[in-house]
């Protein structure tokens, strides 16, 4: 079981690779669906890191997916992102509504 990243974002490719997470640039609406359906066969992969940007560009296949709940699909703010208050309380408080 591993992690597999689709961002838009070289720099994030690149420091996910450092910690041994794999993944592919991609910056139009097609080049995300392919990513996401080839990740999605691949058995050995169990969660998908997709940044914001691009799961805006296709949200309607990304929240399908998600209802499968396999792979688990995990929006990660990119650099674009403009929050002004992130941590991880509250990434916990968005995923499963629960308060720490």
Not at 5 to 30: C, F, K, P, Q, Y
Not at 46 to 51: D, E, H, K, P, Y
Request: hydrophobic share 45%.
């Amino acid at each position: 079981m591993c992690f597999f990243l689709i961002s838009d974002n070289i720099d994030t490719i690149v420091g996910m690779r450092l910690v041994g997470i794999e993944g592919v640039l991609a910056h139009e609406n097609d080049e995300v669906e392919n990513a996401l359906k080839e990740a999605v066969k691949n058995k050995e992969i169990a969660i998908i890191l997709i940044t914001e940007r691009l799961v805006s560009l296709c949200f309607e296949l990304v929240y399908k997916l998600k209802l499968n709940r396999k792979p688990l699909i995990i929006e990660i703010p990119d650099r674009h992102h403009n929050r002004t208050k992130d941590s991880i309380s509250s990434y916990v408080r968005d995923a499963i509504g629960l308060k720490i």
